[in-house]
């Protein structure tokens, strides 16, 4: 009898144990799940945040796993690739020497340039399965490449006409915010850098000085881009506004020359732009006051980075209504206190040539894996809108004239249509005035490039102009017999 009640007893129990059993594997599955999605995140979401962090030891440890991954070109040139040797050993190689050394960068005994800022892409697996081969054979696997905006070909004609000057000079895509060609000069072989390291930093010159992005120039005539606008958003008869140019404005203690001092006789803005008449701007900067040039400066944006890849300087302008007229006036026509980025004025003229809109300028094309399969592609992003549209127009509009008869008349007569602004800025008696020119193209009708070009002391030399006009030439003529 007990032994029946015994056995009847245990199956009322079964279903019991099943239940709790299923309840214990499902919270299994589910932490397992919890587990693989974190794990998932730290290795992906979070993988270049926790690099980057000061802490984290690995980063350092890196270089001896995976075999660090090129840089590439847009048409697919190295411009850095690791060197393996039968022995085993890595070299690092820069194809295009200082040509490109400012962007690409360095590394070894430092970092710098894309080899700097694109290290975690470089030094990562193309996938998790290969990373997991590297750990199971101990040997090292390649990492991923960048592809970048660069044109090759164009960056490296711009660095042989920079030969013998110091400037720079970008040019770039408005419509995307790609960046074909940026060049620093002096400059510097990446290979060879640190066997002279002593030298390259004892050069008065500063070849490792990344001018395009991080120089900062009085901006000269370019400046008066802003002050027209402000004459355009703040008096409402700017196109009746005239001033008779007699070569010099007395603005308190001060005189205000035009270059060379030439009189430009009775001008209204369209002309005055053209010509680039310092009286005209310094006495329409004064009317207007400090706030308003200090407003518009801030309206397109002057001070602000635009997200780049490389370190940028910002550019500033120091002028409040505790100033003089003198002042005033002399930060209407582009000098006083303010200093530019080449950088800033690429940006300014690529919104004006796009209508207002800026795209955010980027370097980086695509995320390539080991075979050359693309893993991500950059897609062009708005930056933000720097202006209306019908300002830009304005604006385009003033620089028409400034190719078609004024500073910029040699870029006219060609195939492609030139926008632009020149500017002469002084720097002190001791040396010749920096040379800017900075403006855009259209081709068919259609926007093409934005081109700014910065030569220091390059009254001296070829000019900013000639420079352009050399470069816009080899761009469009290069492919024709």
Known sequence: ????????????????????????????????????????????????????????????EREADIIRGSILASNGSRLAYTDLSEDGSEVRRYPYGAACAHVVGYTGGGQAGLEDEASEILLSPST??????????????????????????????IYDQLDGYRGAVIVSEPSTGRVLAMVSNPSFDPETLFDNWESIIANEESPLYARATMGLYPPGSVFKIITALAMYRNLPDYNGYSYDCHGELQVDDQVIECNDHTEHGYMELPDAFAYSCNGFFGKAGVEMGSRVLRQTAQYV?????????????????????????SMVAQTAMGQGETLVTPMSINQLTCAIANQGSLYTPYLVEAVLDARGNVLEQTQPALWGSVMSESEAAFLQELMRGVTRYGTASRLSGYDYEVFGKTGTAQVNEDQDSHSWFTGFTRMDGKTDIAITVLLENGASGIGAVPLTDDILWYYYNRSVD
């Open 1 to 60: 009898m007990s032994s029946s009640r015994s056995n009847s007893a245990i199956p009322s129990k079964r279903p019991e144990n099943r239940a709790t059993f299923q309840v214990i594997q499902w919270i299994f599955i589910v932490l397992s799940f919890c587990l693989i999605l974190w794990l998932g995140k730290i290795l992906i979401v979070d993988r270049e945040t926790i690099s980057a962090n000061e802490y984290n030891p690995i980063g350092g």
């Open 301 to 325: 944006k002057l001070g602000e980075t635009f997200n780049f890849i490389l370190p940028e300087s910002e550019s500033y302008m120091n002028l409040s209504e505790s100033d003089v007229d």
């Open 128 to 157: 998790l399965m290969s990373q997991l081969q590297s750990w199971a054979s101990d040997e090292k696997v390649q990492g991923c490449s960048v592809q970048t905006t660069l044109d090759i070909d164009l960056q490296n004609y």
